[in-house]
């Protein structure tokens, strides 16, 4: 079973910034893609930002240019680095990864959510 953990949510004034981790744990074999997604009050779940194993990147259009996501591979830690913060990008932001654990089984991984909130 792997384990998600994600920390470096918490209150910002819009126009700040906040840098958020994830770390993957347990029986991890590889890790495919990693990725950040966001929940804002009453809405549905929505993708920020992906990165691949190799390193190749996905950003929601509303994100781009101030977010950037990158991962290091040898401590199974994703980041994400949120930039010109503004109220609308207030939500629960979640950590997900995929891949193989122990005996080559597939998994696709959710951390327990971390709060981000942007006051105007």
């Known amino acids: 079973q792997v384990q998600l953990v994600e920390s470096g949510g918490g209150l910002v004034q819009a126009g700040g910034s906040l840098r958020l981790s994830c770390a993957a744990s347990g029986s991890i074999r590889s890790i495919n893609v990693m990725g950040w997604y966001r929940q804002a009050p009453g809405k549905q779940r929505d993708m920020v930002a992906r990165?691949?194993?190799?390193?190749?990147?996905n950003y929601a259009d509303s994100v781009k240019g101030r977010f950037t996501i990158s991962r290091d591979n040898t401590k199974n830690t994703v980041y994400l680095q949120m930039n010109s913060l503004k109220p609308e990008d207030t939500g629960v932001y979640s950590c997900n990864a995929n891949g193989y654990s122990d005996f080559a089984r597939p998994f696709n991984s959710w951390g327990q959510g971390t709060q981000v909130t942007v006051s105007s």
């Open positions: 990165i691949t194993s190799g390193g190749s990147l």
